[in-house]
């Protein structure tokens, strides 16, 4: 499949930013894992005519995050406990509540291939690699952002022994 060339413009109306977290610790059973979703986002692919002519570039207000499901766990995942994960997700961006990303250069295909670029997370900037694949109907770009390696401690409640683990799994489904 090949995009048709030119600016898209991206956010919730056209893709969506999907957080995936796990449980650790003692207690993860307790847990739940959790897929999270950026409601407010936008974004701008800019596509050549090759994969390394294309451009991405992305902005997330961290504090629309939202839970959309949740797996695992003691009991299931309710209303309740959504609002309360929702919170503590919303506190846990004291520094900036924003991401960006900025992409210095795309290799690969057409069908697939790889997205590296300048990630800022909680006031850090880090180089973060991305993978992309078609899907039918757009693509589907999925990678691993690591909290620590952007200076932030992943929750944790019961003294430690139920935590958030430290890598994050991101997912953005793009519609072209």
């Not at 957080?19 to 894992?33: R, S, V």
């Not at 309360?84 to 690969?108: E, M, P, V």
Request: charged content about 20%.
């Amino acid at each position: 499949m090949t995009p048709a060339q030119g600016t898209h413009n991206l956010g919730p109306a056209t893709a969506d930013l999907l957080l995936q977290t796990t449980c650790e610790g003692k207690m993860a059973k307790m847990g739940h894992d959790l897929t999270i979703v950026a409601e407010d986002w936008k974004g701008t692919l800019v596509v050549g005519e090759t994969p390394e002519a294309c451009k991405l570039s992305m902005n997330a207000d961290l504090g629309s995050l939202r839970v959309r499901e949740g797996s695992g766990g003691a009991k299931p995942l309710n209303d309740d406990d959504k609002a309360k994960i929702n919170r503590n997700a919303q506190g846990a961006f004291t520094k900036g509540h924003a991401l960006s990303f900025a992409s210095d250069s795309i290799r690969g295909s057409w069908e697939s291939g790889t997205v590296t670029g300048r990630l800022t997370l909680n006031d850090e900037t880090q180089e973060q690699t991305f993978d992309v694949v078609a899907v039918e109907g757009g693509y589907k770009l999925t990678g691993v952002i690591t909290q620590t390696r952007f200076g932030l401690k992943p929750f944790s409640a019961m003294m430690g022994a139920l935590k958030l683990g430290d890598d994050i799994g991101v997912t953005v489904f793009v519609k072209l």
